[in-house]
């Protein structure tokens, strides 16, 4: 089955960056979009960060100008670069793939996949 592997995160003091990588494997036909979203315990969940297949992005407002997700369609990864961190940024975040799978039929078959998130923390 697709899954999708992340890595960069961990602890930072305020003001400071990280960068948060996704990779996405397996029997995958083609991934539409790629995104980061985040949880912390109080919060709903948040759409961090998203960009299409054809590289157009949206973000959060709370995140516009801090953060810049890219990817690279032929590694099937996505990057999340976050600067001026702040301690509201504290949260696990999960990286989600919109793919296209091959289904046991020969069609095709839509799904999202998720990432197992990483944790980010960012000190006072």
């Known amino acids: ?3 999708l ?3 960069g995160g961990g602890l930072v003091q305020s003001g400071g960056s990280l960068r948060l990588s996704c990779t996405a494997s397996g029997p995958i036909a083609k991934i539409d979009a790629m995104s980061w979203d985040r949880w912390s315990p109080g919060k709903k969940r948040e759409l961090v960060a998203r960009v299409d297949a054809h590289g157009g992005t949206n973000y959060d407002e709370s995140v516009k100008a ?3 997700i890219s990817r690279d369609n032929g590694k099937n ?3 999340l670069q976050m ?3 702040g301690p509201e940024d504290t949260a696990v975040y999960y990286c989600r793939a919109e793919g296209v799978t091959y289904d046991t039929n020969g069609g095709f078959r839509k799904n ?3 990432g197992q998130g ?3 923390t960012v000190s006072s």
């Open 112 to 114: 999202d996949f998720w």
């Open 1 to 3: 089955q697709v899954q």
């Open 66 to 68: 801090r953060f810049t």
């Open 77 to 79: 990864t996505a990057l």
């Open 83 to 85: 600067d001026n961190l």
């Open 118 to 120: 990483t944790q980010v």
């Open 5 to 7: 592997v992340e890595s």
